[in-house]
């Protein structure tokens, strides 16, 4: 299988690195320049938490161009880079070609569906493991979590059950769910707890849980579940409370994804996380004051940093 991801920054680093090293799978990267250049000529080097492997089966570039069409795209990019992500990477995509959303935040689907015109080959997924670009060609697996995978129709499509067997063989343990939209709800639910606040605090996870930032995760999430209720979604704030917790203490550690952005002085994906929750609170009247808050505190900080 070619399999191509776009986006290669940490996770998809982390995840394409695995899958080239234990499968016989033709793994693609595109992304950022400086970080293609060093794998294409050094390779990929993962360290951490996994086995410390060095990866030389990697096709890397900038252009999806340089690859043609591919059976598998794995898109790994910021949320707001998904739809010029989507256009650039048009000649990877034939009618056999699926797609399979391993992002952070909602409505990634909604925005892939609009490029492609079709949401029958979109696969959306989760994953709550960790990863750092430590240099250019360098990534470091910092968290260990679970990940899951389901389509966006409720056709059981086959490459489910193939791309649950590369992700296994490669060290992420997956499962395929028949509802994925309420399991990207439970890890929106854990993002909503513990991005803004590693950002805001530059704590790593397993901090985030300690005195009165507890309280304050635990507030976030409250807004967030009762707005998903809205939505006729069946969650509970105890059950998501802990998971975050769970998520707080697997990946002690980690610097998640929003702080790692703020520190490299790039934009975040508050918009589809907290942000998202906001919006969505105010389509069903139901308020979220503190959500509405920690968004507008890290978009202040985006400001300063620009």
Known sequence: MDIVIMGAGAIGSLFGGYIAHNT????HFIGRSSHMQAIQKEGLQIEGLSKNVLVKNIHACIDAGEIGPADLVILTVKAYD??????????????????????NGLGIEDIASDVLGDNSRIIRGTTTNGAL???????????????????????RLPILNEIQQIFNQ?????????????????????????????????????????GELLDVMSKLIEE?????????????????????IEVCQKTFKNRN????DIEKRRPTEIDY???????????????TPLNQMITALIKGIERANN
């Open 24 to 27: 016989d799978n033709r793994v």
């Open 170 to 210: 490669s060290g992420f343990p997956t499962t395929i769910s028949d509802d994925i939209e309420s399991l990207i709800w439970k890890k929106i639910m854990v993002n909503v707890g513990i991005n803004p606040l590693g950002a805001i605090t530059g704590l790593q996870n397993g901090h985030l849980q300690d």
């Open 133 to 155: 670009v430590i240099k250019p060609g360098t990534v470091k697996h910092t968290g260990q979590g679970e990940t899951a995978i389901g389509s966006l129709t409720q056709a």
């Open 224 to 244: 967030a579940v009762f707005v998903a209720k809205a939505y006729g979604l069946s969650l509970s704030v105890e059950e998501s409370l802990q998971k975050t």
């Open 257 to 260: 994804s929003m702080l790692q």
């Open 273 to 287: 996380i907290n942000g998202a929750i906001v919006r969505m609170g105010k389509r069903v009247n139901v308020p």
């Open 82 to 103: 998904t739809k010029q992500a989507l256009l650039d990477a048009r000649k990877l995509f034939t009618e056999a070609t699926f797609l399979l959303c391993l992002q």
